[in-house]
Every structure is written in C-alpha cells, then in structure tokens.
C-alpha cells in the first residue's frame, strides 16, 4: 500500500555498517515486488564524515546498478549532498516520466496534456490528428 502510486523511493544505510548495507538488497526487492510500475530509486549511503567505513562507494554503486537505482553519498550531520538527493530524484522522475509519456515533436517533448491540446487545436482548425 505504501508503494502505490509512487513516483520514487530513496533507500538509506549507514556506510559505517555492514548489516544496514545488507538490508538495502531487501529493500529494493521490496519497493520493485509491490510498486505498480516502475519507479526511481536512490540508494544513499550516509554517515560518510565517520571514519570506520565497512561498505566501499564501489559497492554500493553495484547494488545500485543492479537494481537500476542511482547511488549517493551523504552525511546527515553535516548536510553534505542532502539536497542532491532530491534534486536527483526530482530530475529522474521527471525524465522517466518524460520518456514514457510522448513522442517528440518538432525537437520539442510532447506531454500528454500538451498533446490533448494540440489534438484540439487541430480539430479547430480542420487538421487532421
């Protein structure tokens, strides 16, 4: 119920544990079984200003890959990358969106709202649709 309707998700583990990274798999598996379409998902691994790290960038951008995710790393404490996460969610909801809905016209993207309303400007004017 949770993932109905959604656009994206952002699954989060602490790079400094293991088991948090482990979790992430089940995660992904989750959001993909019960999401009625596909979605944009961001794996972040936080914590990143702690030195003990157990999960490696290249690994975790694996996972990521895998599940045709993207990756980002961020510290909560210090608020570096924050932001970029939701900027990268926004962006790659809005070109998945993008991508699915229409066919390009005239070098111009056509959303379905914009192509109703081409539809009906046609028909005012005799063309064909």
């Keep these: 119920m949770f993932y109905r309707n ?7 583990f602490d ?3 293991r088991e948090s990274f482990d979790l ?10 019960f ?5 944009t998902i961001i794996l972040v ?4 200003d702690l030195a003990k790290r157990e999960v490696s960038n290249q690994e975790a951008r694996e ?16 608020g570096r ?14 070109y998945h969106k993008a991508t699915l809905v229409r066919k390009p016209t005239k070098g ?11 539809v009906a400007e046609k028909k005012k004017k005799g063309g064909c649709c």
């Design 108 to 118: 111009k993207l056509v959303l379905s709202e914009v192509k109703n309303e081409e």
């Design 24 to 33: 992430a798999t089940k995660w992904f598996e989750e959001v993909n079984r």
């Design 45 to 48: 691994g936080n914590k990143i």
């Design 81 to 94: 990358n924050i932001e970029e996460i939701f900027n990268s969610l926004t962006m790659e909801i809005y």
């Design 6 to 12: 959604s656009d994206g998700a952002v699954i989060v």
């Design 35 to 39: 999401s009625e379409k596909s979605i």
């Design 63 to 78: 996972l990521a890959e895998k599940y045709k995710g993207l990756y980002l790393e961020v510290s909560a404490l210090t």
């Design 15 to 17: 790079v400094n544990k």
